[in-house]
């Protein structure tokens, strides 16, 4: 089965960190670029972090610059998000996606919210005290 699963996820304190990470199975990654995306209850979803395929590219969005760092290790099929100083407001469920399309640009990705060719189920993320 084609699929991308994201693991790290949970419940911390504001000003804390988490690494998410998400894993292909039955395809390689290195052939897609990949973004995090979330969404928070009421919000439409917003792509935040997307990586090029060699990984010479990286975009993110205003709301998380400074504070999350995407990497991939395509030899190991992962995806991975740092993230950092962590605020209430990044409560949200933060899915990954990968896009094959030969013009697709990490910005591209983040900017478009839909039509991309794999998605993870999504994981919760939870900031609180």
């Known amino acids: 089965q084609l699929q991308l699963v994201e693991s790290g996820g949970g419940l911390v304190q504001p000003g804390g960190s988490l690494r998410l990470s998400c894993a292909a199975s039955?395809?390689?990654?290195?052939?897609?670029?990949i973004g995090w995306f979330r969404q928070a209850p009421g919000k439409e979803r917003e792509g935040i972090s997307c990586?090029?395929?060699?990984?010479?590219?990286?975009y993110y969005a205003d709301s998380v610059k400074g504070r999350f760092t995407i990497s991939r290790d395509n030899a190991k099929n992962t995806v991975d998000l740092q993230i950092n100083s962590l605020r209430p407001e990044d409560t949200a469920v933060y899915y990954c996606?990968?896009?094959?399309?030969?013009?697709?640009?990490?910005?591209?990705?983040?900017?478009?919210?839909?039509?991309?060719?794999?998605w993870g189920q999504g994981i919760q993320v939870t900031v609180s005290s």
């Open positions: 039955g395809f390689t990654l290195d052939n897609y670029v």
């Open positions: 996606a990968a896009d094959g399309w030969a013009f697709r640009t990490p910005q591209g990705m983040c900017v478009t919210t839909n039509g991309h060719d794999y």
């Open positions: 990586i090029s395929r060699r990984a010479d590219s990286t």
